[in-house]
């Protein structure tokens, strides 16, 4: 048994001698020793901790739960920097990095623990300003051609113009059309989204427009449609590559003329609303084909965005992983820690055909399966490891974002000419022997 008084003198000034907080306790939990360091960063003082229990003191967001220094206690196994946040003595959170070992006998029996940490705050102050500068609103990319449509977002929101958001599904078009709302004059006003593609046509119109009293069976009472229940503020309409030439010509009126009719009515609304739309298609091509109209085309193409694929912007895939790991720790009351290093070298390789929200979807898979402090290939949905598997014909293995660039342009023209390394060579105007090297140099050869 360890007791709050066994402690010699020659021991205390050796614990407060150590720049990192220490503590030990008792198999009471109750907190047997405490250095100078565990008061400068609790701000309890060694006599309101020594004899109160360590929960009382710490008040962690595991201390309940998960506490790690009892685990220890109970398995032998000792737990090695694990970030977890406390509450010091005057309410304000702290950010530590934890370890903690079993305390024996002579007989080697457990009789306590000791817990070393350190405080995190500068470090974590740190990476919020690194992560600051590669994000804005919700949006977080390191990725040149997100940065540059970042730059100019605040002046895209504050110039009231009709934009539209051009990208392949779950490429964060949504996201975009927040941040512009939230950036703009109109942002205490209302946001409205509405998927185009959703709906038929006749309810779509109901649901832009609203309706009248009677204008159609079960047409019992007024409704508001989108368009006035974002008044003075955003409808984003999402999908709208989707809708069909008669509705495009109502929507048309609405850009052109800023006013509108609900079913079944003869008022004209003016309508003050910025609209931001966007779409998964490619409208100009939709506008070739006659398949959209021209004139809508170039009211909605006032100010474009496109926005790559996920596969294209590999670069931001850790700060992606990172940014849902906590969201979900939160979410989930979970304390994982990050990805495997053979996670994070399947994620860059990976082809992602459903973009960030893949991505999203694939870490809260692992959440529910994950018991451990970091996601392993066997947490990771076991249909997109088989589809990886027998997709890749070319294997992108190297990990650094970095250094795939060059890689990454040789792969994607490889499958341009399909494993064609004469007209692969002729189009990156190298000879076919160089070629031959960096596809080796970067693994990319067949299997």
Same mark, same amino acid.
């Given at each position: 048994?360890?007791?709050?008084?066994?402690?010699?003198?020659?021991?205390?000034?050796?614990?407060?001698?150590?720049?990192?907080?220490? /503590?030990?306790?008792?198999?009471?939990?109750?907190?047997?020793?405490?250095?100078?360091?565990?008061?400068?960063?609790?701000?309890?003082?060694?006599?309101?901790?020594?004899?109160?229990?360590?929960?009382?003191?710490?008040?962690?967001?595991?201390?309940?739960?998960?506490?790690?220094?009892?685990?220890?206690?109970?398995?032998?196994?000792?737990?090695?920097?694990?970030?977890?946040?406390?509450?010091?003595?005057?309410?304000?959170?702290?950010?530590?990095?934890?370890?903690?070992?079993?305390?024996?006998?002579?007989?080697?029996?457990?009789?306590?623990?000791?817990?070393?940490?350190?405080?995190?705050?500068?470090?974590?102050?740190?990476?919020?300003?690194?992560?600051?500068?590669?994000?804005?609103?919700?949006?977080?990319?390191?990725?040149?051609?997100?940065?540059?449509?970042?730059?100019?977002?605040?002046?895209?929101?504050?110039?009231?113009?009709?934009?539209?958001?051009?990208?392949?599904?779950?490429?964060?078009?949504?996201?975009?059309?927040?941040?512009?709302?939230?950036?703009?004059?109109?942002?205490?006003?209302?946001?409205?989204?509405?998927?185009?593609?959703?709906?038929?046509?006749?309810?779509?119109?109901?649901?832009?427009?609203?309706?009248?009293?009677?204008?159609?069976?079960?047409?019992?009472?007024?409704?508001?449609?989108?368009?006035?229940?974002?008044?003075?503020?955003?409808?984003?309409?999402?999908?709208?590559?989707?809708?069909?030439?008669?509705?495009?010509?109502?929507?048309?009126?609405?850009?052109?003329?800023?006013?509108?009719?609900?079913?079944?009515?003869?008022?004209?609304?003016?309508?003050?609303?910025?609209?931001?739309?966007?779409?998964?298609?490619?409208?100009?091509?939709?506008?070739?084909?006659?398949?959209?109209?021209?004139?809508? /085309?170039?009211?909605?193409?006032?100010?474009?965005?496109?926005?790559?694929?996920?596969?294209?912007?590999?670069?931001?895939?850790?700060?992606?992983?990172?940014?849902?790991?906590?969201?979900?720790?939160?979410?989930?009351?979970?304390?994982?820690?990050?990805?495997?290093?053979?996670?994070?070298?399947?994620?860059?390789?990976?082809?992602?055909?459903?973009?960030?929200?893949?991505?999203?979807?694939?870490?809260?898979?692992?959440?529910?399966?994950?018991?451990?402090?970091?996601?392993?290939?066997?947490?990771?949905?076991?249909?997109?490891?088989?589809? /990886?598997?027998?997709?890749?014909? /070319?294997?992108?293995?190297?990990?650094?974002?970095?250094?795939?660039?060059?890689?990454?342009?040789?792969?994607?023209?490889?499958?341009?000419?399909?494993?064609?390394?004469?007209?692969?060579?002729?189009?990156?105007?190298?000879?076919?022997?160089?070629?031959?090297?960096?596809?080796?140099?970067?693994?990319?050869?067949?299997?």
């Amino acid at each position: 048994m360890i007791k709050k008084n066994d402690q010699s003198p020659f021991f205390n000034i050796i614990l407060d001698s150590i720049t990192n907080g220490v /503590f030990t306790i008792n198999e009471q939990n109750e907190i047997t020793s405490f250095n100078r360091a565990a008061e400068e960063i609790t701000k309890f003082s060694k006599k309101e901790a020594i004899g109160h229990h360590c929960f009382d003191v710490f008040r962690a967001n595991i201390c309940q739960t998960n506490c790690a220094l009892k685990k220890t206690i109970q398995t032998g196994k000792p737990i090695i920097d694990l970030p977890v946040n406390i509450l010091n003595k005057k309410g304000k959170e702290i950010p530590l990095s934890i370890s903690t070992a079993t305390l024996r006998n002579e007989k080697g029996e457990i009789v306590g623990g000791v817990e070393t940490f350190r405080d995190l705050s500068v470090v974590e102050a740190l990476k919020k300003e690194i992560t600051r500068q590669y994000s804005l609103e919700d949006i977080i990319s390191k990725n040149h051609r997100i940065q540059e449509i970042l730059n100019i977002l605040p002046d895209i929101a504050e110039s009231d113009a009709t934009v539209l958001i051009q990208g392949p599904s779950g490429s964060g078009k949504e996201l975009f059309a927040r941040a512009l709302h939230n950036l703009s004059r109109r942002k205490k006003y209302p946001y409205i989204k509405i998927n185009c593609s959703a709906l038929p046509d006749t309810l779509l119109e109901s649901e832009l427009f609203g309706y009248r009293q009677g204008a159609f069976t079960n047409a019992v009472k007024d409704k508001k449609g989108r368009f006035a229940l974002a008044e003075k503020g955003t409808i984003f309409l999402d999908e709208m590559g989707d809708i069909s030439p008669a509705l495009q010509v109502k929507l048309l009126r609405v850009l052109q003329e800023r006013e509108y009719e609900p079913l079944g009515s003869v008022e004209t609304i003016i309508a003050d609303v910025r609209v931001v739309a966007a779409t998964n298609k490619d409208i100009l091509t939709l506008v070739k084909s006659d398949k959209f109209r021209e004139d809508l /085309f170039y009211r909605l193409n006032v100010v474009k965005i496109n926005l790559p694929p996920l596969a294209e912007r590999r670069e931001d895939i850790p700060l992606l992983v990172e940014n849902f790991i906590h969201k979900f720790n939160l979410k989930k009351e979970k304390c994982i820690l990050g990805v495997s290093n053979a996670v994070m070298k399947f994620l860059m390789g990976y082809e992602f055909p459903g973009n960030i929200r893949e991505l999203e979807n694939i870490i809260e898979h692992a959440f529910v399966l994950c018991k451990k402090e970091l996601i392993e290939m066997e947490h990771l949905p076991a249909e997109i490891i088989r589809n /990886f598997e027998s997709a890749a014909h /070319f294997r992108l293995t190297v990990v650094h974002p970095l250094k795939n660039a060059e890689a990454d342009l040789i792969l994607k023209t490889l499958e341009k000419h399909k494993g064609n390394r004469t007209a692969t060579a002729r189009e990156l105007r190298v000879d076919r022997s160089t070629l031959w090297r960096k596809i080796k140099k970067y693994g990319l050869a067949k299997n």
